[in-house]
C-alpha cells in the first residue's frame, strides 16, 4: 500500500516567517494531496490540496508544491502568525481505493510571537 | 448545521469490556470513515463505507467491527477492548467522489484500562 513519510515532525519558527513541512510518497498512482491542520481538541481540517495534474497551488499565505517524478510534496506557509500553531498533516490518496487518504505522521508547528 | 458529532467526547473501560463509539452526520454523505490516531503513526484507517450496507476493512481493522444501516450512522465497536486501543478515534465523512474533502469529527479520546 501507499506509505506517506512527513517531516520534520516538530518546527518552531518567529511570528513573519515562513515555514515549509516536506511529504514524501510511495505509490506512483496517488494523485490527490490534502494537507490537513489540527488544532488542539479538535478534528483535521483541510486547508488546500492539489492534484497530479497541478505543480503548485496557492491560497493566500499558504502554498503546496508537487514534484511527481521525485514523488514529494510540500506546505509552504508564508508571514506566519501564532495562529496558525497546530499540527499538520498531510496525505495521500489513490484513485479507486474508496476515497481512502494515506496520512503522514504530522508536523507540530509552533510560531513564537 | 450539525456536520458530523461523535459521541462520547471521552470514555474509559476496562480490558475485555465491548465499547461503542457513535458517529452522526448530517450532511448525507456517501463515505464515512473511522480513523485511529496515535503519536507517531498519524491517522490510520481502521474501517470504510461507501454506502449505507457496504463496509471495508482500512489499514487496522484488527478488533474492531462496524455497521452501517442508515446513511447517517456509522457506528464503531470494539468487541473485547485492550490496551492496545487506547487512542483518539476520529470519524469522517466525504461526498463520496473520488479524491474529496474528508469531513473530520471532534475525536472521542478512549482509554482503555
Known amino acids: 500500500g501507499e506509505n506517506v513519510e512527513q517531516h520534520p515532525s516538530t518546527l518552531s519558527v518567529q511570528e513573519g516567517d515562513s515555514a515549509v513541512i516536506k511529504c514524501t510518497y510511495s505509490?506512483?498512482?496517488?494523485?490527490?494531496f490534502p494537507w490537513y491542520k489540527q488544532e488542539l481538541g479538535k478534528g483535521p481540517q483541510l486547508i488546500i490540496d492539489?492534484?497530479?495534474?497541478?505543480g503548485e497551488k496557492k491560497d493566500q499565505r499558504i502554498a503546496v508544491t508537487l514534484n511527481k517524478t521525485a514523488k514529494h510534496f510540500s506546505l509552504h506557509i508564508t508571514e506566519t502568525q501564532p495562529e496558525d500553531s497546530a499540527v499538520y498533516f498531510c496525505?495521500?490518496?489513490?484513485?479507486?481505493?474508496?476515497?481512502?487518504?494515506?496520512f503522514g505522521t504530522g508536523t507540530s508547528l509552533t510560531v513564537i510571537p | 448545521d450539525a456536520g458530523i458529532t461523535q459521541s462520547p467526547r471521552y470514555k474509559i473501560t476496562e480490558t475485555g469490556r465491548q465499547v461503542t463509539l457513535m458517529c452522526h452526520q448530517t450532511?448525507?454523505?456517501?463515505?464515512m470513515f473511522w480513523y485511529r490516531q496515535d503519536l507517531g503513526h498519524g491517522l490510520r484507517l481502521i474501517y470504510y463505507?461507501?454506502?449505507?450496507?457496504?463496509?471495508d476493512k482500512g489499514e487496522v481493522p484488527d478488533g474492531y467491527v462496524v455497521s452501517r444501516s442508515k446513511t447517517e450512522n456509522f457506528p464503531l465497536t470494539l468487541e473485547s477492548a485492550t490496551r492496545s486501543q487506547t487512542s483518539v478515534y476520529f470519524c469522517?465523512?466525504?461526498?463520496?467522489?473520488?479524491?474529496?474533502?474528508?469531513?473530520f469529527g471532534q475525536g472521542t479520546r478512549l482509554t482503555v484500562v
Open positions: 505509490d506512483s498512482a496517488s494523485n490527490y
Open positions: 450532511w448525507s454523505h456517501s463515505y
Open positions: 463505507s461507501a454506502a449505507a450496507d457496504i463496509t
Open positions: 492539489i492534484r497530479s495534474n497541478v
Open positions: 496525505a495521500a490518496s489513490l484513485t479507486n481505493t474508496g476515497n481512502q487518504f494515506y
Open positions: 469522517a465523512s466525504s461526498i463520496g467522489e473520488t479524491n474529496t474533502e474528508a469531513f
